[in-house]
């Protein structure tokens, strides 16, 4: 079980992604709706693991993972991406991101990866 953080500016998109990690037996610390917010919850709850949002309002996805590295290089990090947002899935990663999901969301790849990150 981990305590995760959830990143995304889509409610429904954060309720999908909330009750599959429910189901997984993992606890929501936090919800942010923009990577400023994120930023500003992951220093108060030193989540073990943060799903992020690529493309969201004050903060994108890109620069909230730069942020959050700096603070923690050790921070585990699941990017969630839209098709053809490939270019910056791999800026994520090269900056640190652990990881990455496609939406629409398969709940046995989200536990999958969240699983392997957390070995």
Do not use: W
């Not at 590295?69 to 899935?89: F, T, Y």
């Not at 652990?98 to 969301?105: A, E, H, I, S």
């Not at 398969?106 to 990866?113: F, G, I, M, Q």
Request: aromatic share 4%.
């Amino acid at each position: 079980m981990a305590n995760i953080l959830i990143v995304d500016d889509a409610k429904f998109m954060r309720v999908t992604l909330s009750n599959m990690l429910l189901k997984g037996n993992h606890k929501i610390v936090g919800e942010a709706e923009d990577g400023k917010r994120a930023v500003e919850m992951y220093k108060n709850l030193e989540p073990d693991l943060v799903t992020m949002d690529i493309t969201m309002p004050e903060l994108n996805g890109i620069d909230a993972v730069k942020e959050i590295i700096s603070i923690d290089p050790n921070a585990k990090i699941i990017m969630c991406s839209a098709m053809g947002q490939q270019k910056l899935v791999v800026e994520a990663i090269e900056i640190g991101a652990k990881d990455f999901l496609v939406k629409p969301f398969e709940e046995n790849r989200v536990l999958d990866a969240i699983n392997r990150i957390l070995e």
